[in-house]
C-alpha cells in the first residue's frame, strides 16, 4: 500500500491509520523479500475487492495560494 500511498502524493502515516481503523480486516502486513533486494522488508497489503472502497474516502481537495 505504501507504494500506492505515496504514488498519489498522499502522506502514508494519515494513509496508514484510516486502513487500520476503517479496514482492519481488509489489510495485512507481512515481511516478505522482494525480488533484487537483499533484506526482508515489512509491508502492508489490502485485499483487492476493498481497493476501490478506500481510494472512495480519499478528499480530494485544491490548495488556494
Known amino acids: 500500500m505504501k507504494p500506492i500511498i505515496e504514488g498519489m502524493g ?6 496508514f491509520r ?3 481503523s476503517r479496514f482492519a480486516t ?6 516478505i523479500q522482494l525480488p533484487g533486494d537483499t533484506q526482508r522488508r515489512n509491508v502492508v497489503c489490502m485485499a ?3 481497493l476501490a472502497g ?8 485544491r490548495k488556494v495560494w
Open 48 to 50: 483487492l475487492r476493498k
Open 18 to 20: 484510516k486502513l487500520k
Open 26 to 31: 481488509s489489510i495485512e502486513e507481512m515481511s
Open 10 to 15: 498522499l502522506d502514508w502515516m494519515g494513509q
Open 54 to 61: 478506500w481510494l472512495n474516502t480519499i478528499r480530494a481537495f
